[in-house]
């Protein structure tokens, strides 16, 4: 059977998948809560004022289940951090003497498996902790860190060209947007319509479909030699040759080469540590007083959201033809941070729905800092670079994702948008960055690292092989 060698469509039903879960798995939660909570049933209404007529006890009610809510979800994260971190790095890392296809396998096989958990909790009803544990089995699997850390790695495989390179790690991004855009729209109408039960279902039928495509018909972008296959198939040469090529990817690289990734690393986590976090809320936010929205707003909305990804490479395949690299990327940081005020004070309806308007190139930093770290290392490195990465950014996510519940839960009584400033300010760290590294000349150091890094690619992958 001929091989596929295109990863996008992987990324776009894990996308579409992934996505219709997020929404659902908050507002699955925050009825199950309103329920145990207040002992009556949750009302799903239409419109989007289900606050216009709330009594003032309904209105302590609201507060007190958001911040059970918010708890639940900080739990459910850090309960799933560190075995997807171990697993993220492990695999990622190992990709480079074994393949990619295995950082894209298994985190299919763990989302599946997550599918599956929250279907029987929703249909059988069961203790709603159990999504807990259910998040804690994923992860064993790897998770979207995996996910991405793998296909980046096949991207950069793939290509030669640094500007192709750039344009395709946009595309992936781009493709995350358009399905997980799709699937959120259809979340809001099939929870409406039909419930929790037939979102999960088809869910879990499409990472199935997901699942069979990557492990029969997609190729395998890193061909890796017989005498290499051989000693990694012993559990210590695979051991040995895995943190041979973590260590070797700091260790053997030159001062600049290592000042320049610990730098771009830095950056690119900790603008998605303020960015996550403050996207993290935003669902339990329009759930919240004054907006109350109703599933189809909230699936509108989300929906609205991830346009980001097709603006976001637009903008990148327009704006790298007449500016450097640093410039797109602080344009995307000051995106957020704008959306992010703008956030903190959306009162109405038509406020909330206006916000995403200058976050429309928000996700531009993340493909333009993968690329310009992906160009100073070798082809032999491309899956260490990456695992570190995944590993460093899902720790930031994670990280960002139960600070932000917790601050919102702490300071949702008296200001909910106090997480959305606190993630604005938080943007003012890599942005103060990125002008650290335009002092030290950042564009002439990458070029200069590349083309290092092509010379010393022979010879790294002669020592992967002693």
Not at 212 to 240: H, K, M, P, Q
Not at 345 to 373: D, G, Y
Request: aromatic residues 12%; charged residues 15%; glycine residues 6%.
């Amino acid at each position: 059977m001929k091989k596929l060698y295109f990863v996008e469509p992987v990324v776009a039903v894990y996308s579409f998948a992934s996505f219709m879960l997020y929404p659902l798995v908050q507002q699955y939660v925050y009825r199950r809560l309103w329920k145990e909570i207040t002992n009556t049933s949750f009302t799903a209404l239409d419109t989007s004022s289900r606050c216009g007529t709330n009594s003032s006890n309904h209105s302590s009610h609201h507060k007190e289940v958001q911040k059970a809510a918010s708890l639940f979800s900080m739990y459910s994260d850090l309960f799933s951090l560190i075995p997807g971190l171990i697993v993220t790095l492990i695999l990622v890392a190992y990709s480079d003497q074994r393949g990619r296809k295995i950082t894209i396998i298994m985190p299919l096989i763990g989302s599946l498996v997550y599918c599956l958990s929250f279907l029987a909790v929703s249909f059988f009803e069961l203790n709603l902790y159990l999504l807990i544990a259910a998040a804690f089995i994923s992860a064993l699997f790897g998770g979207i860190g995996t996910m991405l850390g793998g296909c980046f790695s096949y991207v950069a495989d793939l290509c030669e060209d640094d500007k192709q390179k750039t344009l395709r790690m946009a595309g992936v991004d781009m493709v995350i947007g358009l399905f997980s855009g799709m699937s959120l729209i259809a979340s809001g109408y099939f929870l409406k319509e039909t419930g929790f039960n037939w979102p999960l279902f088809t869910a879990a039928m499409v990472q199935l479909v997901n699942l069979l495509y990557a492990v029969f018909l997609l190729g395998e972008s890193r061909v890796i030699e017989s005498t290499v296959a051989a000693d990694s198939n012993t559990c210590s040469g695979a051991v040995r040759k895995m943190t041979f090529g973590i260590y070797n990817l700091f260790a053997q690289g030159s001062r600049r080469r290592n000042v320049l990734l610990v730098l771009l690393i830095v950056i690119l986590c900790s603008f998605s540590f303020a960015n996550f976090g403050g996207l993290t809320v935003v669902t339990l936010y329009e759930l919240n007083e004054p907006l109350c929205w109703s599933e189809i707003l909230i699936g509108y909305g989300s929906a609205l959201s991830t346009t980001v990804f097709v603006t976001s490479f637009i903008g990148i395949y327009v704006l790298s033809r007449c500016l450097p690299d640093l410039v797109i990327i602080f344009i995307g940081m000051l995106s957020v941070l704008i959306g992010m005020v703008m956030m903190a004070f959306a009162k109405t309806t038509l406020m909330m729905f206006l916000v995403r308007l200058p976050m429309l190139l928000a996700i531009m930093p993340f493909p333009v800092l993968r690329s310009m770290m992906s160009k100073v290392v070798s082809k032999s490195e491309q899956g260490a670079l990456f695992a570190c990465v995944a590993v460093i950014d899902s720790l930031s996510t994670n990280l960002a994702s139960a600070a932000f519940d917790s601050v919102y839960s702490t300071t949702v009584a008296w200001y909910p948008g106090f997480a959305f400033l606190l993630a604005a300010g938080l943007c003012i760290i890599p942005m103060g960055l990125l002008g650290t590294l335009r002092f030290f000349r950042l564009g002439d150091a990458v070029e200069t690292e590349r083309l290092l890094a092509e010379e010393d690619t022979q010879t790294t992958e002669n020592a992967l092989v002693a």
